[in-house]
């Protein structure tokens, strides 16, 4: 993964450039000179961080004229190193301050703080891999476009989690189903020790032409909902699926769900309550 430098001008987008690389699992920190670019490669590859965006602007003029050299020294440990630069109209710029009512860096008057800035990092733009002009972007559309720069767009996760209710939902969940109108393994003395991870469990759970039709319909809804939740942006999204005690129906359900749904990346977390029922 490249180690990102994310600069530009002042309400072009940085803080949703940011926000998006976060959420693709990056480390980020903001307004970092160029003579601590080295510093925190460093630090972070030391702490086993292989996702690092930082961004430097105006805020950090004082220090810009190190940029050169930083960039240079850091260019030649990492060939992976790449530089975003963002910029807009000085008409859209104004508009988007005036709904905002922040200060510009450079505290004039703010068409003369635009053209001043674009001046002061002229620098950092000259060495930009990538220029996105963000003029007629909206900030969905800004983030679309990092993410398939960076070719990050399919990096989703669907996670998914068994629970019982009488143990409680998960509250770290986006959604909560309810399989507890399946068939109970509970009620076989045979299988009642015994988990849905095991093939005659499942098949005890998914017995009948109904509950084929139930877990077709989870299903379904399940990829309806992560797939939207892709669709705008997110990078994640975790389903809790629970029945009574987390042992038999949820967990096969949830086992046969990581099967069915592998091309979202599906990650089987935990399957919580299984182990506490199962003794």
């Known amino acids: 993964m490249p180690f990102i430098v994310v600069s530009g001008l002042s309400g072009s987008g940085k803080s949703t450039v940011l926000r998006t690389l976060e959420d693709a699992g990056f480390f980020t920190t903001d307004n970092l000179p160029p003579e601590l670019w080295g510093a925190m490669h460093d630090l972070a590859t030391a702490r ?8 430097t602007d105006a ?9 050169e050299s930083s960039h240079l020294r850091l260019s030649r440990r990492r060939e992976d190193l790449r530089v975003l630069f963002l910029e807009a109209t000085a008409g859209v710029l104004l508009k988007r301050y ?8 450079l505290g ?13 990092l002229a620098p950092l733009r000259a060495i930009a891999d990538s220029v996105i002009d963000t003029t007629d972007l909206s900030a969905k559309e800004l983030s679309e476009r990092v993410l398939r720069l960076f070719r990050l767009e399919h990096d ?5 989690v068994s629970f019982g209710f009488k143990h409680s939902p ?7 189903l309810d399989v507890r109108t399946l068939p109970n393994p509970f009620y076989d003395p045979a299988l009642r020790p015994r988990t849905g991870l095991e093939k005659d469990v499942a098949d005890y759970v998914f017995q009948n032409e109904d509950a084929e039709k139930f877990y077709s319909e989870v299903r379904g809804f399940v990829r309806t909902a992560a797939e939207r939740a892709r669709a705008n942006g997110r990078h994640s999204y975790t389903v809790g699926i629970g029945c009574t005690g987390g042992q038999h129906r949820a967990v096969a359900v949830t086992d046969r769900l990581a099967g069915d749904l592998k091309d979202l990346n599906v990650d089987v977390t935990d399957h919580r309550d299984m182990q506490l029922e199962a003794h």
């Not at 805020?59 to 940029?67: I, S």
């Not at 989703?156 to 998914?160: C, G, I, Q």
């Not at 998960?170 to 909560?176: G, N, Q, W």
């Open 156 to 160: 989703f996760h669907l996670r998914l």
């Open 98 to 105: 005036n709904l905002t009512r922040r200060e510009h860096p």
């Open 59 to 67: 805020r950090t003029r004082d220090f810009l004229g190190a940029l």
């Open 48 to 55: 086993g961080l292989t996702r690092i965006a930082i961004s």
């Open 108 to 120: 004039d008057t703010l068409l003369v703080d635009f053209a001043r800035e674009r001046e002061l």
């Open 170 to 176: 998960p509250r770290d969940v986006d959604l909560v």
